[in-house]
């Protein structure tokens, strides 16, 4: 059995598939916040439950993480689960566990699960993105993850927002160091950050409190999450003209907020580089599995 592991910000999950794609073992835990040690201990801990619970060895686990792996010396960089970085999680894992373990950023483990039986799985090529507390994105290609030489494909995250007016330079502060990256504007907090700036309302300070006002009628709510979906068209669309993907699938809880489907498909045309009156042929889709994708993604990096 290969089991797949979703290492999150909050939550580490854990699941076995059968050759169907439905689940045989599923749980949840806590991430331990900011603890390295805690956290291989934790995935150690739910091998454990997996093998005990089916009664059979696990015998190769995959684990979605955020950031990737350096290909020169298999340290983990750029993750925003700052524990993660600077560590050889492949080998530490490895060599914890007794058996082989597989690595992928968990947006390539959300593009492997909705391509291979998912919302995208009659599609060529899938871009997933992730939406959540930072800003990701993977690459699978005729079904075939893709990584690339540097172990980057797919870091949309950082480069510059597209298109920027004058008032959106340099751009809030991103963790990476930069000013103005595709997360700092994109994130959940980063939504969350942009309506505190423009009201000074620091009683908002999650995105379903932020959609929740909007529905209710507030004004400055609803203009933040607009400049949000015009600001994704925007990254999107670079996106699109560069490599032209089948399918963009969007995860991560930021994803979730009603309508933002519809409103991409009408912000898109102003930036894709096609004629005017051309429909866009790129789906824009949720995840079938919705935040299961991760995890069932990494149960199939073996």
């Known amino acids: 059995m290969h089991l797949g592991i979703d290492l999150g910000g909050t939550k580490i999950e854990a699941a076995i598939l059968d050759a169907a794609g439905n689940f045989l073992f599923r749980e949840r835990i806590a991430t331990p916040q900011g603890d390295y040690p805690a956290t291989l201990c ?31 010396d298999g340290r983990i960089r750029n993750a925003n689960s700052t524990c993660l970085n600077g560590q050889t999680l ?3 894992l490895q060599a914890l566990l007794q058996r082989p373990v597989k690595l992928a950023n968990d947006a390539d483990c959300l593009a492997l699960s909705e391509a291979t039986d998912g919302v995208a799985r009659a599609c060529a090529s899938v871009f997933g993105v992730i939406l959540g507390t930072g800003v990701g994105g993977g690459w699978v290609i005729h079904g075939q993850l893709h990584q690339g030489p540097n172990g980057l494909a797919g870091e949309w995250g950082h480069n510059p927002l597209p298109i920027s007016s004058p008032e959106e330079l340099p751009g809030p502060a991103c963790y990476c160091g930069k000013k103005g990256c595709i997360e700092a504007w994109l994130s959940g907090p ?23 006002a909007a529905a209710q009628g507030n004004h400055n709510a609803q203009q933040t999450l607009d400049r949000h979906t015009q600001r994704l068209a925007r990254a999107l669309a ?6 032209d993907p ?21 912000a898109l045309p102003a930036h894709v580089f096609l004629p005017a009156g ?25």
């Open 238 to 243: 670079t996106l699109i003209n560069a490599v």
């Open 90 to 92: 492949q080998a530490d």
């Open 190 to 212: 980063a939504l969350v950050a942009d309506y505190q700036r423009q009201t000074h309302d620091q009683t908002i300070t999650d995105v379903p409190a932020l959609v929740n």
């Open 246 to 266: 089948a399918a963009i699938v969007l995860g991560g809880g930021v994803s979730q907020r009603p309508g933002l489907i519809n409103d991409l498909y009408a």
């Open 278 to 302: 051309t429909p866009l042929q790129t789906k824009i889709l949720l995840p079938a599995f919705g935040d299961s994708s991760g995890v069932r993604g990494a149960a199939r990096l073996f």
């Open 42 to 72: 934790a995935i150690q801990s739910l091998v454990s439950k997996a093998e005990s619970a089916l009664g059979q060895p696990v015998v190769a686990v995959g684990v979605g993480h955020p950031g990737s792996a350096n290909p020169l």
